[in-house]
């Protein structure tokens, strides 16, 4: 795991990179810079997962350089320095989903807790990667059609409806761990959002998002027989970020909440 610092005060970049025990909060490179130009040099050469990074910094500062990189996709786990408690700061690092915000004068011992807080998110982080590949492969493995078995129960008709149909069913079937909506499955398909929910409708009886549900719903069944995986590893393998939502949706389709489901597998 490794970090960046950001601070345009020598002597800051100085005191962190130099006081903290990093091997502790196992942390193994700590990379340094003193303005977001140098900061972004770094992103581009070393894989970073934390950054401690000070917002008041000449030119571009610490706030415009973590919007550039979350433009970007990158989303290290951020904690902002300032000398200023500023409420429009703290709602900006807010929006840019930031894990904490520090102010200066600062103890040692309060950004070293602050740190552990990004190294315990970073794993959970990684951890969460790890099971939605799993969760996918291991599905796969269940799967009892194969590709071409799914085309040949396809209809026969070769229309470009059922062919744009096929698309939208498929990008579903690979993207649902994702959170995609209607625009991505219709970009997908080449096909206005408007028309595609209607033609779908019609092959299908229900709308594109509800036949991802009902995938997302499915495979969490699969998942559910596992003892291995938890009722949240398995709303978050499938696709849903909130638990509460997950257990609603899961009993309004299945008629039971997932813990009930589980209990009588």
């Known amino acids: 795991m490794n970090i960046a610092i950001v601070d345009d005060n020598i002597s800051t970049l100085s005191t962190l990179s ?9 942390i193994e490179e700590v990379y340094t810079a003193q303005s977001a130009d140098e900061a972004m040099e770094l992103f581009e050469k070393y894989p970073i997962d934390i950054l401690l ?34 409420f429009d700061y703290a709602r900006q690092a807010i929006e840019l989903n930031s894990l904490d915000y520090i102010l ?23 951890e969460n990667s ?16 194969d590709r071409d078995s799914r085309k040949k129960l396809m209809p026969s008709e070769n229309s470009e409806e059922h062919q744009g149909i096929h698309k939208a069913k498929e990008y579903m079937k690979e993207h649902y761990t994702e959170p995609i909506t209607l625009n991505d499955i219709a970009a997908y398909t080449n096909y206005n959002p408007s028309y595609l ?57 299945v008629g039971q909440t997932p813990g009930e489901y589980k209990a009588g597998m």
């Open 18 to 26: 130099g006081s903290i025990d990093w091997k502790a909060l196992s």
């Open 53 to 86: 990074c000070d917002i008041e910094m000449p030119g571009t500062d610490g706030l415009t350089l973590v919007r550039t990189l979350r433009a970007a996709g990158n989303m290290a786990v951020c904690i902002f320095l300032t000398a200023h408690a500023e």
């Open 104 to 126: 200066k004068p600062f103890s040692l011992q309060d950004v070293t807790e602050k740190l552990r807080s990004a190294v315990l998110l970073c794993r959970e982080r990684a």
């Open 130 to 145: 790890s099971y939605i590949k799993y969760g996918k492969l291991w599905i796969s493995s269940q799967n009892a059609l």
């Open 197 to 253: 929910s209607t033609i779908f409708r019609r092959h299908e009886g229900i709308p594109p998002l509800d036949y991802l549900t009902n995938i997302r719903i499915r495979q969490a069944r699969l998942l559910l027989a596992c003892k291995d995986f938890s009722i949240s590893d398995v709303a978050l393998m499938v696709g849903f970020q909130n638990i509460s939502y997950f257990n609603k949706i899961f009993k309004r389709i």
